[in-house]
């Protein structure tokens, strides 16, 4: 999708606080109310926007860990690929999940409760996914910088 000026900052606008009123974009975009709702209404049409969600303080939640697994397979083959794509889209732990180049098939972004709900994920869930051959845990100490919004350029 092409972005103009006004597309980016109406992007960067929503990414920051997504319950922005619209009487705040008005000022800040120099438009009105009608040609910024048919911006939103094209970036939802379009898939640009997926959807609104809440981002939650970590630090405020009682008793939750995250670790990133470094997983391997045990062949690279597509069907093996896929297969383990399917099976990760369902667990709950994992919040997110790269394919990547170099020494290990995937990068997974796992929260859970604690150490011992991480050896029990990762030995009894984790381990049990089609073609996985190694996983490789770290641990996160303090979390320095989280962030939703993607750069426009």
């Known amino acids: 999708m092409k972005l103009d000026a006004t597309d980016k900052k109406l992007l960067e606008l929503l990414q920051a606080d997504s ?3 619209v009487k ?3 000022s800040q975009l120099k ?3 009608t040609p910024i ?5 094209r970036y939802e049409r379009e898939g640009l926007i997926e959807k609104y969600v809440a981002v939650l303080d970590t630090s405020k939640i009682e ?3 995250v670790v ?3 997983v391997s397979l045990e062949n690279q083959k597509l069907e093996a690929l ?3 794509y399917k099976a990760v889209e369902n667990i709950q732990e994992v919040m997110e999940c790269y394919l990547m180049g170099g020494a290990n098939d995937f990068l997974l ?3 859970v409760k604690d150490l011992h709900a991480y050896h029990e994920f990762s030995s009894g869930i984790l381990a049990a996914l089609p073609y996985v051959s190694q996983i490789k845990s770290t641990f996160v100490l303090n979390e320095v910088k989280r962030s939703s919004v993607i750069p426009l350029f």
Request: aromatic residues 12%.
């Open 19 to 21: 319950k922005v009123n």
């Open 68 to 70: 990133f697994c470094q």
């Open 24 to 26: 705040e974009l008005t």
């Open 109 to 111: 972004k796992v929260v």
């Open 37 to 41: 709702y048919e911006r939103i209404r």
């Open 82 to 84: 896929k297969d383990f």
């Open 31 to 33: 438009l009105t109310k």
């Open 63 to 65: 008793n939750s860990m």
